[in-house]
């Protein structure tokens, strides 16, 4: 076997490969075996006609294109071993060049490189603002809202009421063949200064102060170009207003009582402060996180350099295409629809927006795998299997679980479901590994250096998978799936598809 490496300029590379004479003719003659096991021939028995019969009855071409099928089958993972390539995905037979000699051209996908900045050196400053009384007094007025009285007014609604409308909204210059209308005539409810009172435009339910059962009320408002909905940027809407019911609530008194009240747990209004300071702590310490993170390796991206073959963008773009069409679907949306509302086809919107996210999330993803190996950041096996286990005891109850033993694939859905634990393990402590460094508190003495299982562990007798990491089944010509990745559901077109509720689920919803 002969092997000419050609590199090309795609982090690909091409492999003209010369085999001896004997080889083709020896996998001729396992293709005319494995013509003659289904063909029929007069005169013999399936699986019996010679060779020369089957050669003469069907042609040597044919012989030969299913020769070399067989013997990509059976040394496409040997020619890769020879020519020392290590694969990112599946090759392709790019050409036959000749049968005599037998030449044949694949082009391999390589391995991703990635050569880092000094991280080391970044620093970011971190500074999460505390939570403030202000914040926690708004959340207890909304649960004073929520256990509110409501009660019948006989006067214009004013402040604090309750109101309930049926309204709908309209654009007033739409273009030709769009749907004009936006918010479809429904009933709706809004408590008049609500601290989240930005649907379906900032201070909406202002609007309603004056107003008395029976009235109606058009509104004229022109969105900016950067707000969030495509259907609405840049768009003026009309929305028409018919108030059918005032009422005022009747707020109850903030005592222990009311704390009982409201969570069993809570014994006294303390405690309920308690509680509110830390959830929304928690809250805004996940949101800054993922924004200080986010920011922090777009830098370290920024300073590296990264090389990789396009078929793995192709596999990220597959993927989030696929997770965006099932996000369309749960709202009850076909992506030809979607598309014609945003007045764009398919290649056109998986350019401009399916490809530059699938680039982000792919060098996000090579970059963290780089850092954590540069890290020496170990599995903790431990809470590994405890995760596992846990992971594994709720998806018992889930119908699908049934399917799955129905099918005795168990022990599959038991690697995936370790497979993807692992991988969180990882990158949540190498994300928060980069946070230390970042902030100029990392201590390189001692530091990720214990004594903990590798990466890939073994894992002998357990019920989970047997490996945290696996290489690209080098054997294979079809393309491999992407890993798995997050994309964030479409954009609500509609900015609210609220119904009719009591004053609780108002409140809440807001």
Not at 237 to 242: G, M, R, S
Not at 326 to 341: F, I
Not at 379 to 396: G, P, Y
């Amino acid at each position: 076997m002969k092997i000419e490496t050609q590199p090309r300029d795609d982090h690909q590379v091409r492999l003209l490969v010369e085999l001896e004479p004997d080889v083709l003719e020896k996998f001729k003659h396992q293709a005319a075996r494995k013509i003659a096991q289904k063909a029929k021939i007069p005169g013999f028995r399936p699986g019996k006609a010679p060779y020369d019969v089957i050669k003469r009855f069907y042609g040597d071409d044919a012989l030969k294109e299913q020769a070399v099928e067989l013997l990509v089958d059976d040394q496409y993972s040997k020619i890769l071993e020879e020519a020392k390539v290590k694969p990112a995905a599946s090759g392709t037979l790019d050409e036959v060049v000749s049968y005599d000699p037998l030449k044949l051209a694949f082009v391999v996908p390589l391995e991703p490189e990635v050569v880092l900045g000094d991280y080391h050196a970044i620093r970011q400053e971190y500074h999460l603002e505390p939570v403030t009384e202000e914040e926690i007094n708004r959340v207890i007025h909304n649960l004073q809202t929520n256990y509110a009285v409501a009660e019948p007014a006989t006067r214009p609604a004013q402040e604090t009421d309750l109101v309930y409308v049926k309204m709908k909204g309209v654009l007033v210059h739409p273009a030709e063949g769009e749907d004009s209308e936006v918010i479809r005539e429904s009933s709706y409810q809004f408590v008049i200064g609500d601290a989240d009172d930005t649907w379906p435009m900032e201070g909406f339910s202002k609007e309603l102060v004056g107003l008395s059962a029976s009235e109606e009320k058009k509104i004229l408002h022109s969105f900016p170009e950067d707000y969030s909905s495509e259907k609405l940027k840049g768009k003026e809407i009309e929305f028409t207003v018919n108030v059918q019911a005032v009422k005022s609530m009747k707020l109850p008194e903030l005592n222990d009582e009311f704390a009982k009240t409201i969570g069993g747990s809570f014994s006294n209004m303390e405690d309920v402060r308690k509680s509110i300071h830390t959830e929304i702590e928690q809250n805004r310490t996940q949101e800054y996180d993922e924004q200080y993170i986010s920011l922090l390796v777009d830098t370290i991206i920024s300073q590296a350099a990264i090389k990789y073959p396009p078929q793995l963008i192709k596999n990220e773009e597959d993927h989030l295409l696929k997770h965006f069409q099932e996000d369309l679907g749960e709202k009850k949306m076909d992506m030809d629809t979607y598309l014609k509302t945003r007045q764009m086809d398919k290649a056109t919107f998986i350019e401009k927006e399916i490809t530059p996210v699938a680039v982000k999330s792919l060098q996000r993803k090579l970059v963290l795998d780089k850092i954590t190996r540069e890290e020496g950041i170990q599995l903790n096996i431990d809470e590994l299997k405890t995760t596992v286990s846990t992971k594994m005891a709720q998806l018992q109850n889930e119908p699908e679980f049934k399917n799955y033993q129905r099918r005795g694939q168990v022990e599959n859905l038991v690697n995936a479901v370790t497979l993807d634990t692992a991988g969180r393990i990882l990158n949540r402590d190498t994300i928060e590994r980069l946070k230390i460094i970042a902030k100029g508190e990392f201590k390189p003495e001692g530091e990720g250096k214990s004594e903990a299982e590798p990466v890939t562990p073994s894992m002998e007798a357990e019920p989970v998978a047997s490996s945290i990491e696996a290489e690209p089944a080098a054997s294979s010509i079809e393309t491999e799936p992407s890993p798995d990745s997050i994309l964030p559901p479409p954009a609500d077109e509609n900015p609210s598809n609220s119904e009719e509720s009591n004053p609780t689920e108002a409140t809440v919803a807001e």
